[in-house]
């Protein structure tokens, strides 16, 4: 999946995170760079990027620590055919 991943556009960073968040499910950004194996600060930024992108979201877990999700998988082609549209634009 990280090769799939890589191959529609997303950095290595991107690719990681997406797919320990998708292992790991809703979570914070400390739980998901542990499991990814970066740094809390770079997950932050891969996280807000992904946001951007329309793979993740984010919501007020419990006692309001900020956690992440990953969106539709629906989203995920989207971005690709987005993508797409654009390198033949």
Known sequence: ??????????????????????????????????????SRTLSYHALEKLGWLGLVNRASGKRKKLQFFVEHPKNLVQFVKDKKNVWEG
């Open 1 to 38: 999946m990280f090769d799939i991943l890589k191959k529609i556009g997303l950095e290595d960073t991107d690719a990681k995170i997406y797919l320990s968040l998708l292992q790991l499910g809703p979570s914070t950004a400390t739980e998901i760079s542990r499991k990814a194996g970066i």
